[in-house]
């Protein structure tokens, strides 16, 4: 069972910059699709960025295009996710989980879901 370890949310002011890591330990990390995903409170959680096996393809919500990227580097079992333009109501908590499909799109079924890492952006 893959086990995924997220770090590097903050504190950062309205208009700044994150970059989001996702650490994989277990499984083969180089075949699965990974996706990026927050929770605001009272909010339901929320597909944020997906990314497919090989990187060839990657897809966003309609609310973060333009403004963050997702990458993996399968060497290092890493996806990561830089968020640019930081905007108050991207606060949330941000998790990261498997595709086992391998095709990262943000209606297949994501599992084995990090704890999560607190990003707050003030305004």
């Known amino acids: 069972q893959v086990q995924l370890v997220e770090s590097g949310g903050g504190l950062v002011q309205a208009g700044g910059s994150l970059r989001l890591s996702c650490s994989a330990s277990?499984?083969?990390?180089?075949?699965?699709?990974m996706g990026w995903f927050r929770q605001a409170p009272g909010k339901e959680r929320e597909f944020v960025a997906g990314?497919?096996?090989?990187?060839?393809?990657?897809y966003y919500a309609d609310s973060v295009k333009g403004r963050f990227t997702i990458s993996r580097d399968n060497a290092k079992n890493t996806v990561y996710l830089q968020m640019n333009s930081l905007k108050f109501e991207d606060t949330a908590v941000y998790y990261c989980a498997v595709d086992r499909t391998g095709r990262g799109r943000p209606e297949v079924d994501f599992g084995s879901w990090g704890q999560g890492t607190q990003v707050t952006v003030s305004s």
């Open positions: 277990r499984g083969t990390f180089s075949i699965y699709g």
């Open positions: 990314i497919n096996w090989i990187g060839s393809g990657t």
